[in-house]
């Protein structure tokens, strides 16, 4: 009997050692997602973004502050679905979601209209982003691009990033809107 009771104390001990180092790597984990969101939207011109917003009344701008601070602490992917949902910001900008698979696929996400291309340089993939962006509705005055990745290649991924620049410059060129591009972000998994 008392050598089952010391198993089980030990068995206990071993166990909080074990959620120890579970709820450690858990917060090392949330400081690395907290890390990862701030530099998702790094390079989005904040002042743009606030500009843009301004004219909301008090109730909406209470929800639209309420919906961007639930974004804190979550991962890429749990971003994007929140952006995607949030009704408020959605008001005002348009959201566009760009995937980099890891094979060098690209996914092209924006309102009512979606694809997957798998480009062979900047170029075509400008020229397919907007082409894409003329069978979606008139984009209001913000579109922010959210620009994710897995594991892809360095030419692949340089491809990815300087096509949507050049998207971003021509957009914004023909459309007179402001088109804002996130820094890129790497996901295990497309959001």
């Not at 074990?18 to 969101?37: D, F, H, Y």
């Not at 974004?71 to 952006?83: D, E, S, W």
Request: with cysteine; glycine share 6%; charged share 30%.
């Amino acid at each position: 009997m008392l050598r089952k009771l010391a198993d089980y104390e030990r068995q206990l001990e071993e166990a909080g050692v074990r959620q120890k180092e579970v709820e450690e790597k858990a917060a090392k984990k949330e400081q690395q997602i907290g890390e990862a969101v701030r530099e998702m939207l790094q390079e989005v011109d904040t002042d743009v973004v606030a500009k843009q917003l301004r004219g909301a009344d008090g109730d909406q701008f209470q929800r639209l502050m309420g919906e961007l601070n639930e974004a804190k602490g979550k991962n890429a992917a749990q971003v994007v679905q929140m952006l995607r949902k949030s009704s408020e910001l959605r008001k005002r900008c348009d959201i566009w979601e760009v995937h980099l698979y890891e094979a060098g696929s690209v996914r092209i996400k924006g309102p009512d209209v979606e694809e997957t291309v798998t480009p062979s340089g900047k170029d075509e993939l400008t020229n397919q982003f907007m082409k894409l962006t003329k069978k979606s509705a008139e984009p209001k005055s913000l579109v922010i691009i959210l620009f994710t990745h897995e594991n892809a290649t360095v030419g692949a991924f340089s491809n990815v990033e300087e096509g949507l620049d050049q998207v971003r410059i021509r957009w914004s060129a023909s459309s007179g809107k402001s088109v804002q591009v996130t820094a890129p972000n790497f996901t295990a998994t497309a959001p």
